[in-house]
């Protein structure tokens, strides 16, 4: 008798012991799809802070181009006033 008990026994036990197996399992991928979303919302978090930096930057990369585009000229027009002054100081050392 006791050696059918057993076997019994020994059958119930693998099934409890696949159940908690799976269960685990179970658990154990819902940790995982929980810590993916909260990585997901993270990166969403980070680009949308990394979006609104780039704008900034833009605007900034805008405003230096056109200070940029302003001194180059004027930087012309002193260039050509150099000139002209050099002649008249050249035409000047020719009279004296």
């Known amino acids: 008798k006791r050696s059918a ?4 026994d020994d059958n119930a036990f693998p099934v409890c012991e ?8 179970t658990d154990a991928a819902r940790r995982s799809r929980l810590k993916k979303v909260m ?6 978090i980070r680009v949308a802070e990394l979006e609104k930096v780039n704008t900034g930057l833009l605007m900034r ?3 230096l181009d056109s200070e940029k585009s302003n001194l180059l000229v004027k930087e ?15 035409e000047a050392h020719k009279i004296l």
């Open 5 to 8: 008990e057993g076997s019994q």
């Open 18 to 25: 696949a159940t908690i197996k799976r269960q685990k399992n």
């Open 39 to 44: 990585r997901m919302e993270s990166l969403e």
């Open 61 to 63: 990369v805008a405003v």
């Open 76 to 90: 012309t027009s002193y260039e050509n006033r150099i000139k002209v002054l050099e002649a008249q100081l050249a």
